[in-house]
């Protein structure tokens, strides 16, 4: 498990590509449905850009504030200008991050749990896994392609088989489904999202 390591480089580009995937995005696609089993696109992009926050928030050491990670709090300006709202989230949390002394710091992450806390590396890392994720949903509910450099994915495997599968998975809530097996010839993507209980095939509803 690397999740202690320093992945700040390959999280930015993976970051940096979902705001390339945003920018996509027109008003009249807010309401499509993405591969986030009950949420269309203007909900989960008010998820993504106040993830952003929050962990931006938690860099600095105010994570415990359950402010920071409310949607509702970003929700209108995510309806009014979706690609730019959600760059300017990614812009601060990409400075948080930025920081020298991040990865040895704690951050307070509530959605983890009342009081959980981890170190920096470690919740740079949680992140890191959800916007490889996140910018492929993204991708999928507007038919755009989506791709990353293989050292992205390359880093970002060992983050992703480290997160456990089980029962609890299929409660209400829990950011990921149950793991779907992987057959002969899956890419090393498509390996990443069927871990996490995506299927690579999945397209929009007609």
């Given at each position: 498990m690397l999740t202690n390591q320093d992945v700040r480089s390959f999280h930015r580009a993976a970051v940096l590509a979902s705001v390339d995937?945003?920018?996509?995005?027109?008003?009249?696609?807010?309401?499509?449905?993405?591969p986030?089993?009950?949420?269309?696109l203007s909900?989960?992009?008010?998820?993504?850009?106040?993830?952003?926050?929050?962990?931006?928030?938690?860099?600095?050491g105010d994570g415990a504030d359950h402010a920071h990670w409310d949607s509702a709090t970003v929700a209108d300006a995510v309806a009014t200008d979706p690609a730019g709202a959600y760059a300017a989230a990614v812009t601060d949390v990409l400075a948080a991050f930025s920081d020298d002394d991040v990865l040895a710091a704690s951050?307070?992450?509530?959605?983890f749990g009342p009081g959980a806390e981890f170190p920096g590396a470690q919740?740079?890392?949680?992140?890191f896994v959800d916007y490889v994720v996140h910018g492929?949903?993204?991708?999928r509910s507007i038919d755009a392609p989506f791709t990353l450099p293989d050292d992205v994915i390359s880093a970002v495997l060992p983050l992703v088989f480290a997160v456990p599968d089980g029962d609890f998975r299929a409660a209400p809530g829990s950011p990921f489904a149950r793991a779907i097996e992987a057959g002969d010839g899956v890419s090393d993507l498509?390996?990443?999202?069927?871990?996490?209980?995506?299927?690579?095939?999945?397209?929009?509803p007609r």
């Open positions: 995937i945003v920018n996509g995005v027109r008003p009249e696609d807010l309401d499509r449905q993405t986030c089993e009950g949420w269309n909900q989960l992009l008010a998820h993504m850009t106040v993830q952003h926050r929050g962990f931006a928030a938690a860099a600095r951050f307070a992450l509530p959605g919740a740079i890392g949680f992140h492929w949903d993204v991708a498509g390996r990443v999202l069927l871990h996490l209980g995506r299927s690579p095939a999945w397209t929009l």
